[in-house]
């Protein structure tokens, strides 16, 4: 049995679309380039090159600067005596210099530190490194990940000013639910 999302047309070879004609091909819709395409074209255009990017320029071998990304992680699992939860977490703020702030309970905790990385997917994907890799070294509970959260900084910003998010993480240090 085939499952699809409601209202959604057939994609197969078989069947087709009733609202296009044999041979008729589908209109193609577009979406903005953004910002970084248009600063990289102005940019072109300023050299007076029309011409393909020299293989230097191209944004394969170009390295990105890395970008600051907000990082909140959630744990949860068995319960763990308090002490012992705030001992790892305390060992795991020692042992990552960028972490803000922890928020614990005995059968939960929430992390939240900056991260710097190149994209979205490198920061996310250390993130949800971070609680296995460090799990024996700072003794922290075996619990699994359940929550991640990544924003860019100037997003993070943005949300605090219109009074959405989480409020800074202002009481740096580990701290009970």
Excluded: N
Excluded at 20 to 26: L, Y
Excluded at 28 to 33: E, G, I, N, P
Excluded at 85 to 103: C, K, W, Y
């Amino acid at each position: 049995m085939r499952r699809v999302r409601p209202g959604a047309a057939s994609r197969g070879g078989t069947g087709g679309s009733a609202s296009r004609a044999a041979g008729e091909e589908r209109a193609l819709t577009s979406v903005a380039a953004g910002e970084r395409y248009a600063r990289e074209h102005a940019a072109e255009g300023a050299r007076g090159t029309s011409e393909a990017p020299e293989a230097s320029d191209a944004p394969e071998t170009r390295a990105e600067l890395p970008r600051l990304w907000h990082i909140t992680l959630r744990v949860c699992g068995t319960r763990t005596p308090l002490e012992e939860v705030r001992r790892g977490l305390e060992q795991l703020a020692h042992d990552h210099p960028f972490l803000l702030t922890s928020r614990y309970a005995d059968d939960h905790a929430e992390i939240r530190y900056w991260e710097e990385a190149r994209d979205l997917h490198d920061a996310a994907a250390v993130a949800l490194r971070l609680w296995g890799e460090h799990r024996r070294s700072a003794q922290l509970p075996p619990w699994e990940i359940v929550g991640l959260e990544v924003v860019d900084r100037d997003t993070y910003h943005q949300r605090l000013a219109e009074g959405y998010g989480p409020p800074p993480a202002t009481p740096v240090g580990v701290h009970p639910f």
